[in-house]
Every structure is written in structure tokens, then in C-alpha cells.
């Protein structure tokens, strides 16, 4: 066990990033330091806000280095511990490498149940995207009993829990997805009120006319553009908008320009707020407890597509941008 | 004293408005019902936000009717008066018809008091224009001190105030405008710390960047539209958008097409807040006493635009799509 596979960015997209961005290559197994844990890698999550990553420009978080090993959200199994807090046989959660085995910093690992909740649910439901849906949804759009939410990107990992949370508190929820399959999801399991295919509607704007006779109170917004241009319209007063992501804008290269949208925000008193999950970070521990609950309680739910092989994390990733995923995309690297 | 000038919307406009858009007729001066105020026109307000009202929309305010009397805000003189709060000489302001003379409720009327500041300053800087400005940039923008603020439509009736509010709070004010008069203007009497001529700046954003060495923390948008495409790239994490208006879309007809704002919300948490003074309808009495106050302290000082006779109120409203003004926008139709 000396050698393992990594996963090095080795170019920069400019606009749509591809396979060739990415090099697979062997490496050395790490050594451990002082306080140190050796972590088998056993989930590797892929999220949209990655791409980002993949510039080399000023963001929340910083890029990926050129040549360097990518890493990101992982679920994995202790192989061997020079720290005190965690024992060989310990599942742990961190942000790692995209590596068969990471020497991580006991610091920066959370050590994980999986008798409390599947393992995979700590990269999903109860991990970043669970959390960024609770809080975005709780603290910016704040929806009142009776009021109509839309929620775009509704079938991803975040926006399938963001509808549901809406649900709990009382409102009517109407999900916009990419594929049959996502939107019979949301209706049938997700308890989404409504749910409409923004590839197959004619003209999605009129169709969520139909759908909201109320008009929209809260917009989650995971994609902007031309899908949220059929949303804004129809907000009503003091409709608040968390801009959890701009997934359709990701990949343009150059400028990408769609209708102004100030004068909604004036005309309707809208806010539109940005926002990533870390900004509630010192909030986490109550809002996985939330969320925890409410999965034993079974008012949440949720999927997974689950890629199978180290080698299939690239195209796990890029499959996010042409909506494959229903619900949190992940690649099982080794058994449990 | 029996007829009257009025000015009525007689035809809707797609895109610019223009003079054959309005009509002046002559008309009877009302007569008086219980507790109604003839009302004597001194003071004519124009504002960009009438624009929308010109259309036959849904918005914050009903439309204008079509074949109507157009109303807006109005300092004037009680000539006759058949109610007990108000005495022929008393001054008023209210929201009136375009007309010489308005019979008008007792209770849409307001005393105002010429000792205490000019009549005209009851429609700009202790008016709606500066409540707006007062209310958008202490509830929604909340600048701290150091903080870099940038005004677009920084030398209208709304931005100038805006401005100052942000300097008394300590930041560093930065204001965009259209003409070299108006940027003297804003740096040399109203204390901005620097000003941009938005048409003579070979590349806004590159200015701006020069001008804003530590980033905008709130940017007081009055225009919308390329301006503010300039600014977004350099909006700092948690920067607030008080949306005031966006008056570089109100006369496009059909769709106004710019670059997409949602990845800079995403990446930089922006709040872009729309909002409209009457939204604060409760807080005016104690916004225009702290607006009185420093205006008396000289720690604010504002600039209007007059221009005289009845029928000049068409143009001078036009004008304002043009940048005509410098200040507050208003036509004198009779003696004080």
C-alpha cells in the first residue's frame, strides 16, 4: 500500500471544462505527521460551486492549483491515527484530496455515525448541501405558512431539501427540473406540490403563471438565468430571492446576457441575497440536528446517484453541468 | 377664477415618452366638498418613478388613466378652505393633480412651514426625495465607517442626499453622473470624495476600480444598466445594493439585454434590495426631523433644477430622462 491514484487539475477550463482538464496519475501513499490521521477515501462528493474552483480568479474560496491534487468533500474509513481523537476504523468526514488515502489534520475531520445515517448522508442531507438548503432557505427566503415558493435546480442535492424544508413550513412548493424523471421525483416522493420541465415546457414563464396563481413569495434560485427570468415576473411584493448558485452561467465563456432584471427588483421591492453555506458555519451543529430529525421523523427525504471507481470522479463531475444527477452526486471509491 | 390649466396622459408610451404624450386643456377650478381645500399649484414636483406610472402596468403605484388629470406631488397655497385644520395662506403639500388648482381632502394634505425651510426643499431634501435617500441608505446600504460607497445618479434628487448620508456616516463617497457639471457638483459643494462622468470615462469600470482601491462595500443604485454593470465586478463580500431605481431601463421598449448578474451575487454574497419610500410611511415624521436637522447643521445641502410656467411641467419631466437636471426637478407655475 505505498502507491495510490490521484486526481491533479492539469488545465483551465474556459467555458464547458472537460475530461482532458483533469489527470489521473499514481502517487505515493502519504506519511503521517504529529496529530495526523491516514483516511481511506470511500465517497468523494462532486458539487457544482467546484467549477468555480477551476478559475483562476478571485472567489470565497480559493482556485484549485494548476498541477495540484483537487480536492473537496469526502466521506472516509481511518486506516491508521497519530492523533488521539480518532482510531483506525473510524468513519470520518473533510474537506480532502481527491486521492485514494489523505494524511489529514485531526483538525480537520469530523468523525461521523453511520449507525445514526447512512454514510452518504453526510455529503448530502446532513452534510454541505443539506446545510446550505436550511439555511438559505430558513434565513433568506423565510417562507410563511401559505406562501408559494419556486425552487430551480429542485432535483439537485441542494434544492430537493430546500423544497422540502419549504413544505414543512407551510407553504406551497413548486419545483422546475430538467428531466421527467426529476420532476415525477419531486411530486411523487420529494411531496413537492407541483413540479415543471423547464427542456419540454413551451414556455415555462406562462406555465409557472399557471402553477403560481398567487404569484411566487420565495425564489430559491440554483441556476439564474432564462430560468429565473420566467420567475422574476411573477414575484410578488417583498419576494425574496437566495441566490444559492448560477450553475447555467458557470460554464459561458465571455459574457452571458439576458434581460435586465433591476426594474422587478424595484417594482416589487425584491431582494435578491447571495450567500454560501459557510457564512453559517458556527451555526452547523443546530442545523444538522434539524435536519437529522426531520430525516428520523421522515419528513425529509431524499436521492443520490452514486458512480462507481475512482476513476469515474471527472465524469461524475462534468455530468453535473448536464443535469445527470437526481439528487447529491457521489463516487463510491472503496467499500464501506 | 372659474377655468383652470390641467395636464392629462393622453397616450401611452412604448419606450421614450414625449411631449405628445401629455395634453393641456382647459378645465373648471373645482368647488369645495366638507372638509376640502382649494388648493393653489406653487410648486410642481417631477420624478423618474412616474415613468412606470405611465404605463398600464401593475406596480407599487396604479397607473396613470388614461384621458386623466396626471398627479404627483405638489407644494401649493390654500386659497379657500371648507375645512377646520387648514386657513386661506397656509402652505401644503400633498399629492395632487396637475392642475392650477386642486380641490383636495383635508387628509392628503400636509402644512408645511416656509420659516423653517424653503418651500421647495418640502419636495426634494426634506421630501420624498430625501426620505428615499435617507431610508435606502441607513435601513438598506448601512455604510460603516471607512466603507466605500458608490451613487449612481449621484447628482439627482435622490443620489446627492444619498451621498451626504453616506459621508456623515463616515465612508468614502464615490458618485457617478453625466455631465462635468454635475461631477463639480458633487465633489466641490455636496462633499463626495470623488465623482466619474459615467458618458467621458473611456472604461467606467477600470475608473471606478482606480477610485475604489479597497472595493464598494454598498453601491445606491439609481440607474441600473451598464453603470452598474460597471460596479458589480468590485462589489466586496456581504456588499449591500440599495436598489432606489432604474432609470436606464424605464424607456426601453421590449427587452433591455446586459450581462448576467448572478454569478457576482453568488461569489460575493451581494444583497441587491428593491425598495420604495412609502415602504417606511411609518418612520417619516422622525426621517424628515434628522434630515431637517442636518440640513440646518449644514451638514447636507441639496440643488434643484426650476423651471417656470404650467406648461413647461411636460418638458421638464422629459428632461429628466435626459439628465437635464442637476437636483431636484421642479417647475414654479406661481408665486409663493
Known amino acids: ?6 486526481i491533479l487539475l492539469s488545465k483551465r477550463p474556459e467555458g464547458m471544462p472537460e475530461r482532458n482538464h483533469f ?6 501513499v502519504p506519511s503521517l505527521g504529529e496529530n495526523q490521521v491516514l483516511v481511506q477515501t470511500v465517497y ?5 460551486y467546484m467549477r468555480g474552483r477551476m478559475e483562476d480568479t478571485k472567489s470565497y474560496v480559493p482556485p484549485f492549483k ?19 481523537h480518532f482510531s483506525a476504523g473510524d468513519y470520518v468526514t473533510g474537506h480532502l484530496g481527491w486521492q485514494e488515502y489523505n494524511a489529514a489534520d485531526e483538525n480537520n475531520l469530523r468523525k461521523i455515525d453511520p449507525e445514526s445515517a447512512p454514510l452518504t448522508a453526510y455529503l448530502g442531507a446532513l ?4 446545510l446550505t438548503a436550511y439555511f438559505g432557505m430558513t434565513r433568506i427566503g423565510s417562507p410563511q405558512e401559505g406562501e408559494t415558493v419556486v425552487v430551480s435546480g429542485a432535483a439537485g442535492a441542494v434544492g430537493m431539501i430546500a423544497g422540502q424544508i419549504a413544505k414543512i413550513r407551510g407553504a406551497e412548493v413548486i419545483g422546475i427540473a430538467g428531466t421527467e424523471e426529476k420532476t415525477r421525483y419531486l411530486t411523487d416522493t420529494a ?14 414563464h406562462e406555465a409557472l403563471k399557471d402553477a403560481c396563481p398567487d404569484g411566487v413569495d420565495v425564489y430559491f434560485d440554483n441556476t439564474g438565468g432564462p430560468v429565473s ?10 419576494g425574496r430571492i437566495p441566490q444559492c448558485g448560477a450553475i447555467s452561467s458557470y460554464n459561458k465563456s ?4 439576458g434581460p435586465r432584471i433591476h426594474p422587478y427588483i424595484v417594482k416589487s421591492r425584491l431582494r435578491l441575497q447571495g450567500f454560501i453555506v459557510s457564512d453559517y458555519a458556527r451555526e452547523f451543529e443546530s442545523g444538522a440536528r434539524q435536519l437529522g430529525s426531520w430525516l428520523q421523523e421522515g419528513k425529509l427525504v431524499y436521492e443520490e446517484t452514486v458512480n462507481e471507481g475512482f476513476d469515474s470522479i471527472p465524469d461524475a463531475f462534468l455530468g453535473l453541468f448536464e443535469g445527470k444527477n437526481l439528487g447529491k452526486q457521489l463516487i463510491k471509491v472503496s467499500e464501506e
Open 1 to 6: 500500500m505505498d502507491k495510490q491514484k490521484r
Open 23 to 28: 489527470r489521473i496519475e499514481e502517487g505515493p
Open 44 to 48: 468523494v462528493s462532486v458539487d457544482p
Open 66 to 84: 494548476l498541477g495540484e491534487v483537487i480536492n473537496g468533500g469526502i466521506v472516509g474509513k481511518v486506516v491508521s491515527s497519530r492523533s488521539t
Open 127 to 130: 452534510g454541505m448541501p443539506g
Open 191 to 204: 411531496g413537492f406540490d407541483k413540479a415543471l420541465n423547464y427542456k419540454t415546457e413551451e414556455n415555462l
Open 229 to 238: 427570468e420566467a420567475v422574476y415576473p411573477l414575484m410578488n411584493d417583498f
Open 254 to 257: 465571455g459574457d452571458d446576457y
